[in-house]
């Protein structure tokens, strides 16, 4: 079998194999100091990608490690893998959002030091059993502390919110304009279905099948619904690749060089554990920009910058609050090249030292890499 060779700038004095994510899974074995990451699977829901799981795993298996880890969720195929081999090796779970971190860190060459990290993407188990998917956390490679995530939204009908992302923009209109905002006249609320929509405002009041979830992956879907005026999408992030598309079309000169097209508003709101980001008035000047008949381009161009304001702002925030200056960016919603070049952009102005991927993905391939060294740590597996 072929696998990826990573550096790992630490020895380990017993081998940890981690099991990875749902999608886009890799397993990955960590010894002396060397990790080895399997091809990545697409969806290990698939029998032929799960098969191709089970043959990285058993073949690691071999080797045997000295502890198991995996992610938190327990309906990824990869956890329930894991928990059916603890009668034989010892376990340990890993916050997705803090994987993710770890294998940038990791990848980085960083010591066990704290960074600011942003982990963004579509959803990943919380600590506190909750959705997360917009996560500014604080951590080494041990251990870490959630400082500032994205206002919760509920995806009503759960996966069909990804299928149907005019169920995330409506949510967010609702909460700004109450059922005001079936009279908008904008493309996408022309188009809603009155009768389906008071069905799931049903759930919505309830919470009926709507988890919470604090998502980028998700903020980014309702945007590009609401601005692109789309009510599905085929696959997952479709509506946001096209979002991204559209904003790098972006004609306007003076916004290209970043002097007239400003950001759009938003909020952030501190509370006795951190800060929680409040993107409604976003979708309030979206709004507004659409009715105006302001050009799609430019609006996808100013929600990108807008997002990663939020980034420089709360990580300047996070900077005086803790003393640290040195961001980790990792999530699939940084496989967003506009995004990250504005991110990039602002962050490097304001002299933060940026830490990105460099041998991995942004999205979940990478995480198995964060849940082995996580694992090294917590086990104290060091020499």
Same mark, same amino acid.
């Given at each position: ?24 899974? $890799? ?11 399997? !091809? ?11 098969? @191709? ?19 938190? =969720? ?13 009668? =034989? ?8 959002? =803090? ?23 579509? $959803? ?12 500014? %956390? ?17 995806? #009503? ?27 908008? +006249? ?5 188009? /809603?279905?009155?009768?389906?929509? +008071? ?17 980028? @992956?998700? #903020? ?6 609401? /601005?692109? @005026? *789309? %009510? ?58 659409? &009715? ?11 929600? =990108? ?6 980034? &420089?702002? $709360?990580?300047?925030?996070?900077? *005086?609050? $803790? ?16 995004? %990250? !070049?504005?991110?990039?952009? #602002? ?8 830490? +990105?991927? *460099? ?7 990478? #995480?198995?890499?964060? +849940? ?12």
């Amino acid at each position: 079998m072929e696998f990826k060779k990573i550096r790992v700038p630490f020895k380990v004095k017993e081998p940890v194999l981690a099991l990875g994510a749902h999608v886009k899974n $890799t397993v990955c074995f960590v010894e002396d100091n060397a990790a080895f990451l399997s !091809s990545p699977q697409g969806n290990l829901d698939n029998l032929k990608d799960f098969l @191709g799981f089970e043959r990285a795993v058993k073949y690691f298996l071999k080797k045997s490690p000295a502890v198991i880890s995996y992610d938190l =969720h327990p309906e990824y195929q990869s956890s329930k893998y894991a928990v059916a081999l603890s009668d =034989h090796y010892p376990l340990l779970a890993v916050q997705h959002h =803090h994987a993710h971190i770890v294998s940038c860190m990791a990848e980085n060459n960083l010591r066990n030091e704290k960074v600011i990290g942003v982990a963004f993407d579509g $959803t990943g188990l919380g600590l506190d059993n909750r959705l997360w998917g917009a996560e500014f %956390l604080i951590c080494d490679y041990g251990k870490f502390i959630r400082k500032a995530y994205l206002k919760e939204i509920p995806l #009503l009908g759960q996966e069909m919110a990804i299928r149907e992302p005019w169920r995330l923009a409506a949510c967010w209109l609702y909460q700004i304009y109450k059922e005001r905002f079936l009279n908008l +006249q904008i493309s996408l609320v022309k188009k /809603i279905d009155r009768r389906k929509w +008071q069905v799931l405002r049903k759930m919505y009041l309830g919470g009926i099948n709507s988890s919470l979830a604090s998502s980028m @992956g998700r #903020l980014f879907d309702a945007a590009s619904s609401l /601005i692109l @005026g *789309k %009510l599905r999408a085929d696959f997952e992030a479709e509506l946001a690749v096209e979002l991204e598309k559209t904003g790098v079309r972006c004609q306007v000169p003076a916004c290209q060089a970043g002097r007239s097209c400003v950001s759009y508003n938003f909020k952030i709101a501190k509370n006795k554990n951190g800060y929680i980001l409040d993107p409604r008035p976003i979708f309030k000047q979206i709004v507004d920009d659409l &009715k105006a008949k302001e050009p799609r381009e430019k609006i996808a161009y100013r929600f =990108h910058l807008t997002i990663a304001e939020m980034i &420089k702002k $709360t990580c300047i925030i996070l900077r *005086k609050d $803790t003393k640290i200056n040195k961001v980790a960016l990792s999530g699939g919603v940084f496989q967003n090249n506009l995004l %990250l !070049s504005l991110v990039l952009d #602002l962050l490097y102005k304001e002299d933060f030292v940026i830490l +990105q991927h *460099k041998q991995l993905p942004n999205n979940d391939a990478s #995480l198995s890499f964060g +849940q082995a060294v996580t694992a090294a740590f917590r086990t104290k597996l060091l020499v």
